[in-house]
């Protein structure tokens, strides 16, 4: 007598063999998301508009930085869709790395004193 579909066995693997296998290849690939990386995406795009709203950024500044952090985002939802690997986690991280230096530059030049010795708070005296 033959056994149902259901209870025939696939290639010699059951049909509960394949689902603990298919929920085992998510150890290579963590997850379709990363908070982390997500909370970052916003803290980055906050401190843009932050420093946009203070006159610390001009607005082709925030407006190129921004383009950097959305081409980050995009590749990273991108990548999201099959599962993050590690190594995609790492790219991403390094990707809003070098937008977070970006906007730690722009804003180091804004703080600093000019080479007369005059600083941006400074007073004029005359």
Known sequence: MALPATAQTRDGWSADRHTVAARNQRY???????????RRIDSLSQEI????RA???????????????NAAERSYRALARNGLSRQDIRNTNQQLARVQVRLDNRRYAHNRGDRRGNGRYARNVY
């Open 28 to 38: 290579y690939k963590q997850a379709y998301t990363n908070p982390g990386i997500e």
């Open 55 to 69: 006159g610390i950024l001009t607005r082709q500044q925030a407006q190129n930085i921004r383009t950097q952090l």
């Open 49 to 52: 508009r932050q420093a946009r």
